[in-house]
């Protein structure tokens, strides 16, 4: 019932999905439930929130337990967001090894640990798969589906049509590999960034201006491929003109980057003057970057619908 847990039960519940929110302990339940309740009251005063249903209607059908077989008894699906931590996650697919049928999916919100890692094992492992959000879930509506070598295909189409209907959009990787995709793509973007600043070429905070005024006004509608395609007429002819251009590029590119010793100062000391490291000022600009995110989503739905 962490902030992964708490947005993915938003989710469900905007789809008209009855929720189950599980954790150890009845107090975090209980914070979870008013911090829901608060998100969505608020969205729905300022004409944001999500699906058909009012924020009463949506909060009546969240409930929580802290009983893991009530909790999943009548599940269709099943949503694990724990911590990061490869021995816990195991631990809970374990138990619900034990306790599920074989109709429900056993899905995990792990941002990098491969469904290999997982799942292997499990008596249920056509039933598992990972269903990977972007934080926020319920701003972002990007989910990576990616299966383990042995899960079932239909386990697979069936996480992508709930994931449709919830009104997230869905991604099928074909195989596992490490970071997924948006982390990959991800890294890469910071792995050049944290050089370029690292050689001196550009500032921190000019480096950020390229992706949020330059790159990230193209991508927040169109991805790289297509941005290729648009850049000249068509892919073949783009890669006929720029091929060569991009290889030179390319090969200057230097090895990974430490992240760590002088660049994380100079990094940290732009960030920190901008966006002095403290609770409350971090938290007004995360909220501050959630309104954006939702402006913007209002405003893909919108052009989508026209």
Wanted: with cysteine; hydrophobic share 40%; aromatic share 6%.
């Amino acid at each position: 019932s962490g902030l992964i847990g708490r947005s993915w039960a938003m989710v469900f519940a905007a789809g008209g999905f009855r929720v189950k929110l599980y954790d150890i302990a009845q107090e975090q339940l209980t914070t979870a439930l008013e911090n829901i309740r608060k998100q969505m009251k608020e969205m729905e005063k300022t004409g944001v929130l999500k699906g058909a249903l009012s924020a009463e209607q949506q909060l009546a059908l969240i409930s929580v337990c802290t009983d893991l077989k009530a909790a999943v008894e009548g599940a269709t699906f099943i949503q694990e967001c724990t911590p990061e931590n490869l021995e816990l996650k195991k631990k809970i697919f374990g138990q619900l090894d034990l306790i599920v049928g074989d109709s429900v999916i056993l899905s995990s919100s792990t941002s990098c640990l491969l469904p290999s890692k997982l799942f292997t094992g499990l008596k249920h492992v056509k039933q598992c798969i990972v269903s990977h959000p972007v934080n926020p879930p319920y701003f972002v509506p990007l989910v990576e589906i990616v299966p383990h070598p042995e899960t079932d295909p239909s386990t697979t189409e069936r996480t992508y049509a709930l994931m449709k209907k919830i009104g997230q959009s869905p991604v099928k990787l074909n195989r596992e590999i490490e970071g997924f995709v948006l982390n990959r793509l991800q890294y890469a973007v910071i792995s050049e960034a944290w050089r370029l600043v690292g050689e001196g070429v550009i500032s921190p905070t000019d480096l950020d201006l390229v992706m949020s005024d330059g790159l990230g006004m193209r991508y927040a509608f169109i991805g790289p491929l297509e941005t290729m395609h648009l850049n000249a007429e068509g892919v073949s002819s783009y890669c006929e003109r720029y091929a060569e251009g991009m290889k030179l590029v390319l090969n200057t590119f230097g090895p990974v980057p430490e992240f760590s010793g002088e660049t994380v100062q100079k990094v940290n000391q732009a960030l920190s003057e901008k966006i002095p490291v403290v609770p409350k000022v971090l938290d007004a600009r995360r909220k501050w970057r959630d309104e954006c995110l939702t402006g913007l989503a209002k405003l893909k739905t919108q052009m989508k619908s026209d």
